[in-house]
């Protein structure tokens, strides 16, 4: 009779064989696949060799070292993200983009310079710049930039009346708050480029929304107005400027004329003077006969009396009627 235990040690060592065998056969599988990796269009990939940065892979597929020896962190260093302050959109991908409905109703709340309640609701547009500084040199940098932000934008608020940051001063406050992002990210070596800063939504709060809607049709009214003054000045004041032109070029030309006359009253002057020293009797006579041309058909009834005449009457009647009717 066989001695069972001579039968079952061979099973044992069959079974322990296929177990090393699997094993093996795990570790291969495991070691291919964590060798192979793929980096997508819009990243780069970090590799680290027990946390040592080694190099820096493109986009495609790329191998590194099995079994956790390098590890590649993947950076989407060519993807625009952003981060959404007093509101929150659904369906982000990045999990700095919002934060919770109980933050979000606590960031929007601010105090302006003058100690006036606002609302605020911005973004804050942002892309990796340098992979390496953005995963070494700032622990959680996204996290420091969403806390950076919300100071940055409590400060500008601050430094403002409740009108400046209602109105007219939006523009000036996204400005001021992009630059000071950018210093912030700078000094801290972040790797982070800050786009853009824009303000969503910037209003009282309900309690008091009916007080600053009468404000603003106040200050819209007056504004209308001064359009409307504005717009009638530039009208008038061309009109008015062309009527003073055509007053000084109409003066300018009766200048002229009257130079021109006084200068042809001169030459002929000279001229009459000229023929006078050659002939005084002839150009006397001439004178005395052009003055009598001009002065004789404005005279009207005419009587020429000759003092030397004999005639019982010695008249000639010239333009006028006899004694006769005829």
């Known amino acids: 009779m066989a001695n069972p235990r001579n039968s079952a040690a061979p099973q044992i060592e ?94 929007q709340n601010m105090v302006t310079g003058d100690l006036n309640a606002v609302l605020v609701q911005w973004v804050v547009q942002y892309s990796i710049r340098d992979a390496l500084s953005y995963l070494f040199k700032v622990h959680e940098p996204e996290q420091t930039l969403r806390d950076a932000s919300e100071a940055v934008m409590r400060s500008v608020i601050g430094d403002r009346t409740v009108d400046e940051v209602i109105t007219v001063g939006k523009d000036e406050i996204e400005r001021e708050a992009v630059g ?27 309690e008091v929304q009916p007080s600053f809607n009468d404000v603003n049709k106040a200050q819209q009214e007056r504004q209308q107005k001064i359009n409307v003054a504005q717009r009638d000045y530039e009208t008038a004041v061309p009109r008015m400027k062309g009527t003073a032109q055509k007053m000084v070029s109409e003066a300018l030309g009766y200048q002229s004329k009257r130079v021109n006359e006084a200068e042809g009253d001169v030459a002929k002057f000279k001229a009459l ?54």
């Open 180 to 206: 000071q992002l950018r210093e912030i990210a700078e000094s801290y070596d972040m790797g982070i480029a800050i786009d853009l800063v824009q303000l969503r939504f910037v209003d009282p709060p309900a």
């Open 273 to 326: 003077l000229t023929e006078y020293k050659r002939s005084p009797e002839i150009t006397k006579r001439r004178i005395y006969l052009e003055t009598l041309r001009e002065v004789l058909p404005g005279m009207g009834r005419k009587v020429i009396i000759d003092e030397s005449g004999t005639q019982a009457l010695p008249l000639l009647q010239l333009g006028g009627e006899t004694s006769g009717g005829k």
């Open 14 to 107: 069959l079974s322990v064989g296929k177990l090393s065998f699997g094993i093996l056969a795990l570790l291969v599988v495991w070691g291919v696949a964590s060798s192979i990796y793929t980096v997508p269009v819009d990243s780069v990939a970090i590799v680290t060799r027990f946390g040592k940065y080694i190099r820096e892979a493109d986009r495609g597929f790329n191998f590194k070292l099995p079994l956790g020896i390098e590890e590649a962190t993947v950076v989407p260093v060519r993807r625009q993200m952003k981060m959404e302050f007093g509101f929150g959109t659904e369906g982000g991908t990045n999990r700095y983009q919002t934060s919770s409905w109980e933050e979000q109703k606590f960031e």
